[in-house]
Structure formats: C-alpha cells, structure tokens
C-alpha cells in the first residue's frame, strides 16, 4: 500500500476504515480513516501516531513503501484513545528500535490500557532532532482526552494535531482540496459538534497555544479524515474561530418523536411559524434523522425545540436518548422550547422543559402541550408558538 506526501519529508502512513458506520455512539457514513505519518530526517525516523488494531498491517505497509520498520526510531503516541493507539504494541513489536514518547498523561494512559507498557514523556521544553527535521510537543489536555499532545515539525510548518481539525470521513485522497473543501468543512463540523462541542473552552485554549509557541501551520494532519493546506486550511481555521467561541446565528432546530402523528403534526406547524419569521430552520423526527446530523445542524442554532408525546407517562425514549447525547456535548449559552402532544395522562413536556433546564437552556415561554389531534385552530396557536419563539431567538 502506498505511502503519501503530505510536505517535504513527511508522508501519510495510516489506515482507511471505508466500513466504520458508529464511532462513540453516532452515524458515521462516510467511515473514517486513522491517519499516521513518518517523518524522515537525515538521522532519524520517526512515527507520529498508531493506528486501531485491526489496522496495523495496514500501517505497517505504508510505513514500509517509506522505510523499512525496522529503522523507526521514534513513535510519538500524541492520544491513547483506542482509535490510534490499540494497535500501539504490535507497531512496537514491528519497530523494536524505537523510543516511545508520549505526554506525561500519555505515559500513565498506555500504562493503563496496554497492561503496564512503560514508554517515556515528553514535554513542551523538549526538541525531537530527527536531522534536518526537528519535532515539537505542546500538552493539550481535553482535546480530546486528559493525554493529548499536538506534535509540530518547524523545518516544513506542519502541524500533527491529532483529533483536533479531524473528520470522520473515508476517501481516496488525503487533502481537503481533493476531495472538496464544502465537503471537508460539513464533515469538520460534524465531528467538532458531536465529539468537541462540550471541550470548546479547551480546543479554543489549544488554537490559542499553537500561536503563543510561535508555531505557524501551513499544513495541518490531523489523526481523521483529510488534510488541511492553502485556502481549505485557513476556512478550516475560520470555522474553529466560529466554534470555539460558540458563535451563533438566528437559526432553529426543532427535533421530535411522535407515536400517531399529533407531535409531527405539530412540529411542523411550529417550524413554519419559525420560518414565517426569517428564521433559518431545520425539522428533524428522531426516528428518522440521525443524531450526527441533528447536532451538526445544532452547533450554530440559537434555538432548540424538543417534542415528544407522553408515553407510559414520560418522554420516548429517542427524545430522552437525544437529551442524553446532548448532556455529554453541553451546548451552551441557546435557547429552548418544549412540546409535545398527550392522550390519558401528560408529562413529557415538563420533563423536557426540566432536562432541558438542567442542561443549560435558557426556555422560552410556556412549554405548547397538545390533547390528542390537534385542530386547526390549534394548529395555528402551535404555528404562533413557534413564531413567538423565532422572535426570541432573533432579540437573544
Ligand atoms: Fe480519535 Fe479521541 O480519538
């Protein structure tokens, strides 16, 4: 299998998981990829990240159209998450001569996955000098786990951030511009919204000491998905801009479960009263849509209106499962709205209302509950809630 180019003497050496359909417990169609590179200097060799088990034969034959393994010097672990470093002991055992570094964190991480394995840390006042190419670490806690470390070659100004600017998304070809920067930037935002979102505080942190270090990427390789350079790099960097500092526009996501049609029936009622407002809006039935694209479309949405009909005296369950997903991601600083429909005895939207609450939403007005099928007349005060709801969100 072949290596690829990414700058002057660094080359992609991962795995392509075309096949990946579920990562962390949502949809990912496009699979994903578990990205590694090799970089060559006149003395030393080094591996930047492993890759998940099953792929490292894979690994290890674009390590070997580079060089033969048995010459790497180094493999730097900058995340012991299993989707990169699972296959970390068969990789040692291909690569008997290497040093193991990983962050300080990093080192008690393999230790406590890999049954003891001992490697060695690394700080941000160490300099890897490979010949020709030097490597340098900054920690960066949270991004995505306590262990993470960003790894940066000076001498061709790329940066191996792993998780951070990742994309879960299988293809041929490496880059952003390869496979079209509208693309990469929607699967960007994907990832950012249902694995990021609740550490932006600490990915914006991390963006910031990228510059303090005086490190400026012209490259970045992250762990999943394609490359970032050029015009697709700096719109890459835009939307983390965004993100980072949760900025969001007048937009609506109303999401819902129904049992007979009376919750659809409303929620449609109530996204056109958001739209009568000039308000971007997205309708999404939690039975159909998949949780990965509802978040994506959440993380630039000032709003959020949660339906559900009351069954066995509680929310359904996708609506619970919903709000479940959403307690781990903390989407901060929006406005919410509950809704939903009943027969014999109500319920669900009052527990929404309090989920949602507890989650941090700001809820606006009275939750709209419904008897059985709504009238028209009824279908009309619903159409009025939502866009009472769309005139909040424009004065937030
Ligand atoms: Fe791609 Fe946090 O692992």
Redesign the pocket.
């Known amino acids: 299998m072949r290596s690829v180019p990414v700058s002057d003497g660094i080359s992609w050496v991962g795995a392509i998981d075309w096949n990946l359909r579920d990562f962390h417990g949502y949809e990912t169609p496009r699979g994903t990829t578990y990205n590694a590179y090799l970089v060559v200097g006149s003395d030393k060799v080094a591996l930047i990240d492993t890759v998940k088990a099953p792929f490292v034969d894979e690994l290890l034959e674009r390590v070997s159209d580079v060089v033969d393994p048995s010459k790497v010097d180094l493999i730097v672990v900058n995340?012991v998450?299993p989707?990169?470093n699972s296959g970390l002991p068969a990789v040692m055992a291909a690569m008997p001569n290497a040093r193991v570094v990983a962050s300080a964190s990093g080192v008690k991480g393999v230790a406590d996955y890999h049954g003891g394995l001992v490697v060695e840390p690394v700080g941000a006042d160490e300099v890897i000098d490979l010949g020709g190419r030097t490597l340098r670490f900054l920690p960066m806690p949270m991004v995505?786990?306590p262990d993470s470390m960003f790894t940066y070659c000076p001498e061709v100004t790329t940066l191996m951030p792993?998780?951070a600017f990742?994309q879960h998304m299988a293809s041929a070809e490496r880059f952003a511009d390869e496979v079209g920067t509208d693309l990469a930037l929607e699967e960007l935002g994907i990832y950012y919204a249902n694995i990021l979102m609740g550490l932006s505080t600490a990915v914006g942190k991390s963006v910031a000491k990228i510059a303090e270090a005086g490190w400026a990427p012209s490259v970045i390789a992250p762990?999943?998905g394609v490359i970032w350079r050029g015009d697709a790099l700096a719109a890459a960097h835009e939307a983390y801009g965004r993100w980072t500092s949760n900025t969001l526009r007048d937009k609506v996501v109303v999401a819902y479960g129904t049992m007979w049609g009376s919750t659809d029936a409303l929620a449609r009622r109530i996204a056109d009263g958001v739209a009568s407002e000039g308000v971007e809006v997205s309708l999404h039935d939690l039975a159909v849509s998949q949780i990965a694209t509802i978040t994506h479309d959440l993380l630039e949405a000032k709003g959020l209106l949660l339906g559900s009909p009351t069954l066995h005296r509680a929310m359904v369950f996708r609506v619970a499962g919903y709000l479940q997903w959403l307690s781990g991601l903390k989407p901060a600083g929006r406005l919410g709205g509950a809704f939903g429909s009943y027969g014999w005895s109500s319920g669900a939207v009052e527990q929404i209302s309090e989920r949602m609450t507890a989650l941090g939403f700001t809820m606006v007005g009275e939750p709209y509950k419904q008897k059985y099928r709504p009238t028209e007349d009824e279908l009309a005060a619903a159409f009025e809630w939502g866009r009472e709801f769309a005139r909040a969100v424009k004065g937030a």
Request: aromatic share 10%; charged share 25%.
């Open positions: 995340h998450e989707d990169h995505h786990w792993n998780d990742g762990s999943h």
